[in-house]
T-cell receptor, first 114, second 115 residues
Framework: KNQVEQSPQSLIILEGKNCTLQCNYTVSPFSNLRWYKQDTGRGPVSLTIMTFSENTKSNGRYTATLDADTKQSSLHITASQLSDSASYICVVAPGLTGFQKLVFGTGTRLLVSP | KAGVTQTPRYLIKTRGQQVTLSCSPISGHRSVSWYQQTPGQGLQFLFEYFSETQRNKGNFPGRFSGRQFSNSRSEMNVSTLELGDSALYLC??????????????FGPGTRLTVT
């Protein structure tokens, strides 16, 4: 069964610190992996999309890595800010299929404390 | 360009009632997908519309239905509401059909509470 597991479920860090969120997947075949940021009560906003051939992608202070061999991805946040407090969702697209096949993780809830 | 808009943002309904949610995609986008998000379950795909046609449907009962208009605006309807339908309903638009899962842009969602 195609699955996406994220860890930790929740995380509290101090403002200015770095953190890394993990995403392990069993989705096969693999097309692309996305990271979304979702503020409370809002819709998800795309941070990065990586295909099989990409192993690192950055978006400002957010850097995503992908290891397609071990089926693991991580999202690294540098110099965290209060506005980084949100849920981060990992999504994997299996093969050349449509939106109905996207596999969503349940997210990591990050709280950045002053 | 304006983003995806959803109305209403919040809704409280009673069991047994029906509800209609609306989504306006980004201008020029023809694909609209609907998702249900509940705590601990993550996002679950409801259906996708492209050029007024339902392209794909998730594993939800027939009480959940939708449609898309010629201007790409979409509506989702839930009949005979149950307590378990309480959730954040998200709409996402994409410029192309879902033949391949391209970039999606999500709206702010409609928070539905069923009492």
């Amino acid at each position: 069964k195609n699955q996406v597991e994220q860890s930790p479920q929740s995380l509290i860090i101090l403002e200015g610190k770095n953190c890394t969120l993990q995403c392990n997947y069993t989705v096969s075949p693999f097309s692309n992996l996305r990271w979304y940021k979702q503020d409370t009560g809002r819709g998800p906003v795309s941070l990065t999309i990586m295909t099989f051939s990409e192993n690192t992608k950055s978006n400002g202070r957010y850097t995503a890595t992908l290891d397609a061999d071990t089926k693991q991805s991580s999202l690294h946040i540098t110099a965290s800010q209060l506005s980084d407090s949100a849920s981060y969702i990992c999504v994997v697209a299996p093969g050349l299929t449509g939106f109905q096949k996207l596999v969503f993780g349940t997210g990591t809830r990050l709280l950045v404390s002053p | 360009k304006a983003g995806v808009t959803q109305t209403p943002r919040y809704l409280i309904k009673t069991r047994g009632q029906q509800v209609t949610l609306s989504c306006s995609p980004i201008s020029g986008h023809r694909s609209v997908s609907w998702y249900q998000q509940t705590p601990g379950q993550g996002l679950q795909f409801l259906f996708e519309y492209f050029s007024e046609t339902q392209r794909n449907k998730g594993n939800f009962p027939g009480r959940f239905s939708g449609r898309q208009f010629s201007n790409s605006r979409s509506e989702m309807n839930v009949s005979t509401l149950e307590l378990g339908d309480s959730a954040l309903y998200l709409c996402a638009s994409s410029p192309t059909t879902s033949g391949r899962a391209n970039e999606q842009y999500f709206g702010p969602g409609t928070r539905l509470t069923v009492t």
